[in-house]
């Protein structure tokens, strides 16, 4: 049987957020485990070494929903009209450790995502066992290599990628799970379900109440392991519940009388903005997952921003001579790294940069880099190779698009030619250039829309305004970059940035920055990769590589795609360049039914990437404060008046025209307040 290390490595690999649990049971090792599961190999090793032979748990999140069933054939019976209509309704990924029991983990869509109770569970009224339970957010599940209670082991059963979930399976089991809702008496008012951000002071406060009314701490604990089985969002175990009762035998008794438990009165707590997972493991066994090994082996910057910076340099290197015929579906990519100062953004975009520039050996010659500064090198008229500059303005982009005079005449073999220019536009800080793009009548009017037409294509037409006539060039066009967080939600809630166009066509790589720097850092030996990976480069000058596709993998796309919502279209477009990418990196001639359920994954998070850093309108001092304060409160929970001025820098706009913005926010039930805490309403 395998050890911890083993079962959470494999687990983690298929993009599965993973903890220790004790063998034998569903008991977690660590507290607080769905804040602290993770993919990162470092982490696992460390658990590994703890409880060498623990089980392997995983959780339900805003990227996979779990979906248990301890009675397969019953669930089969009342799932029998999907599974007429759609065979495949199961076809995805599925453990089990005995007889009549499943696992099944598939992919959230926006449908499963907005359920009003994401956490669903079924029994037949009378029956022993649930049909199904619905392990959507922060619930454990197990991985395949642990041991049951029973002694047996997980092991797969449908070794499939993982699929989006299908909304028949979702509507009937809503449907199913309405028809065992509880009748009240007149009067009872229905219990609440206790979201996260929430649960443990609630439960305090049920204690307290209970602890009043004359309960004493073994009565306390069996309402509130019954109370965290029906009600939490949660699963809490069983020494965080026995805490909790165990405080109370230090508190004041009251008179013992009957205790009825409802919901807290006031405004409900939001459920805090969820960071989404990024799927490192698909870049395994590719040259971007091994230089992100390399660039990641004596330090916490994330590898997903290492992985991240290769993949757009390398589409802007390879241009067009990576072909598909899905339309879009080409190399390019806009990518945006958000990350707080000193957190890796600039060190993953200068590794990535390097590693493209230096000259390399090749098996005859020393072979210059294929990504230049200079505008003149020797791979222009190759098709390969790109060129790193940028433009502040759309003359200064159709300027980029032409080779200048002098070259045209003194050096013609280093002109374009009749392939296309390949630029590359780097920026370890976008602040200027947002800026440019966003100030409105400034030197980049215009720009926006430009790059919007570069994403989808190779022309653009610059607008004539009063000062300069229309414009026209063609360019194959990349974009790296990075900004601050703050930077980033400043820049873009500015009014023509929100709902813009090009907000659905940028790669959003974010981190909160919440590792450790370390003293020192040594430059990654590229040599031996370079060695072997520039080489498939340098041949792609001689002929292109056209991928085909398969029919699994135009399904799997397409399921995917019929889940996003309006708006979302293009999300479908850097899926497929994804897997046009993955499968030329993995020696595939066409894109495998795998290869799209991996680009799904990335396209997964970017979806979800977008929506985390989305941002609302705000034309004023006022309204910016107002945008920042539920931003942070959004995403970071609710927090004290001075963490709530700190975090959204409340000196730079003054206290006074702070406070009116909390103030207002709070009077329109936007925000509330408890116990000296502000908290963003739901």
Known sequence: MSGFLEIALRSAARGLRVFPVHRGTKEPHITDFPDLVTTESQQIEKWANQWPDANCGVIGDDVHLIVDTDRWDKMQELFSEQLKVDHSVFDTYCISARENRRQFVFLQTERSRSMTKRNLDYAVPGEPDNVFEFKSRRKLGMCEGSIHKSGSEYVIVQDLPFKPVPDSLIERAEELAATIKPPRQDGEMEARLISHGEQHNELVRITGVMRQGGCNPAEILAALEVIAATRCEDDISHEHLEQIATSAAQWPVGTHASVIITGAQGPKEKQKRARPVYPIEVWDGTAVGEFAKLCAHDNNIPRKLYAESFRTVLGAVVGDRLLCAVEGAIPRVYTIIIAPFGKGKGTAVRRAVRFFTQTWSGPTSVTPGFLSGCRDFMWKPQGIGAWNAS??????????????????????????????????????????????????????????????????????????????????????????????????????????????????????????????????????????????????????????AIIGTDEGAEKIIADWADTLPEGSERMNVQVWRSALLLAWLRREDRITAKTAGDAVRLGEYQALSQDFYRVPAADNPVAKSQAKILRVLEMKGAMSRRELQRLTHASRIGTQKWNAALDGLVKELKVGQQDGRYFMVE
Request: charged fraction near 20%.
């Open 391 to 544: 433009a502040s303005s759309v003359p200064g982009m159709a300027k980029l698009a032409k080779d200048l005079e002098e070259t045209t005449k003194s050096k013609p073999n280093l002109i374009w030619g009749s392939t296309l220019p390949r630029i590359l536009s780097v920026h370890e800080e976008m602040k200027t250039f947002f800026s440019t793009i966003y100030i409105d009548g400034g030197v980049g009017v215009g720009m926006d829309g430009v790059i919007c037409q570069l994403w989808d294509d190779v022309e653009f037409n610059g607008t004539a305004t009063g000062t300069r006539d229309a414009l026209y060039g063609q360019m194959m066009f990349s974009i790296l970059g990075g900004v601050t967080p703050d930077d980033w939600f400043d820049l873009i809630s500015r009014g023509n940035a929100v709902g813009g166009g090009l907000m659905s066509r940028l790669n959003l790589i974010g981190t909160e920055g919440n590792y450790e720097n370390v003293p020192k850092m040594t430059q990654p030996n590229f040599t031996p990769l370079q060695e072997s990976f520039l080489p498939r480069i340098k041949l792609l000058a001689d002929a292109p």
